[in-house]
């Protein structure tokens, strides 16, 4: 992938309106793979009482990282849509630390890209969630 | 043979709509994505008005996938809750008082979610309902649908699984 398509991919998922509205930042982007952040948020807390980040917000974030590897992937399709994601929740994140989800789009074929990606807060070592997801491959043509 | 006079129906109204206010009137994450619920009976229905905040595709323009799913997450664990909640509530064993007061029981945790997107997301409100296909002693199943203008016509089907909280007797 060269440098100008990282930028543009990059460009088009800060310009996400909900994106912005959740504070994602892409860290890393290209060849089928992106790393994105999501820094701790008191609005996006799901559980008042222990101050955890509700799930929602960690599949939004799963989404959208899962969107940006599919759009840098050589092969790259000119726009991309989830068909299908399911997320399973290893264990609450902890409050006040970022949450960074990295997708792998690992097969992409003309019609479908298939992506896996994982959530980690700070300790890296065990992850918050896991990801797997199917994704359309749109073509200019 | 005589039975116990009804309740008034303000009396009914009022620990309902506590009940379902104190588990979603409390959690930011609902405020923020600005979902309310209309209560009939036991049967809710979520309601996502639209923001420009919530799109995805700002070419399109389509709602963002992740905003989607976060609307059935939170149809999902806010309908099992209420239903869990339910008898609780009715029954006088949690009191209407307490629950204004945040005094909520904790909430089922999601183990895990899937989502399947069959239409794009319209820049418009969205619906959903959620239907408990199992409440079992620790573990839940739920589904859940979204749809926008036409009820026949979803534009998303979820389905999870959720650890059920411990019940405190």
């Known amino acids: 992938m060269t440098a100008d398509k990282a930028r543009i991919a990059r460009q088009f998922i800060e310009t996400i309106p909900h994106a912005q509205a959740l504070g994602m930042t892409i860290t890393e982007i290209g060849d089928g793979f992106a790393r994105i952040e999501m820094p701790y948020d008191a609005r996006l807390v799901?559980?008042?009482?222990?101050?955890?980040?509700h799930g929602g917000a960690v599949s939004a974030l799963m989404d959208t990282a899962g969107g940006a590897a599919v759009m840098s992937h050589p092969e790259a399709p000119a726009g991309t849509a989830t068909i299908d994601l399911r997320i399973d929740y290893m264990r609450a994140a902890q409050p006040g630390q970022t949450i960074v989800a990295e997708a792998t789009c690992y097969h992409i074929t003309r019609a479908v890209a298939f992506v896996r990606a994982t959530a980690t807060d700070e300790d890296t070592a065990r992850p918050v969630a896991a990801?797997?997801?199917?994704?359309?491959?749109?073509?200019?043509? | 043979?005589?039975?116990?006079?009804?309740?008034?129906?303000?009396?009914v109204k009022q620990r309902r709509d506590a009940a379902l206010t104190a588990l979603a009137g409390g959690v930011p994450y609902i405020q923020f994505l600005g979902i309310h619920f209309d209560r009939r009976g036991d049967e809710l229905t979520a309601v996502l008005p639209f923001r420009d905040e919530l799109i995805g595709n700002p070419f399109?323009?389509?709602i963002h996938g992740g905003v989607t799913a976060a609307f059935l997450e939170v149809t999902a664990v806010i309908s099992l809750s209420y239903l869990w909640l339910w008898e609780d509530v009715e029954s006088g064993r949690i009191e209407v008082e307490a629950l204004e007061a945040g005094h909520l029981p904790r909430l089922p945790k999601t183990i895990d979610f899937t989502i399947d997107y069959l239409r794009s997301g319209l820049p418009r409100d969205a619906y959903a309902r959620a239907r408990i296909t199992r409440s079992g002693r620790r573990y839940a199943s739920v589904q859940a649908e979204a749809w926008q203008d036409n009820r026949d016509r979803p534009m998303a089907e979820a389905m999870a699984h959720f650890l059920m909280?411990?019940?405190e007797d």
């Open chain 2, 1 to 11: 043979m005589s039975r116990p006079r009804p309740e008034p129906v303000q009396v």
């Open chain 1, 131 to 141: 990801a797997t997801g199917a994704f359309t491959v749109e073509r200019t043509s």
């Open chain 2, 60 to 62: 399109l323009p389509a």
């Open chain 2, 165 to 167: 909280p411990r019940r």
């Open chain 1, 46 to 53: 799901g559980d008042p009482q222990t101050g955890v980040i």
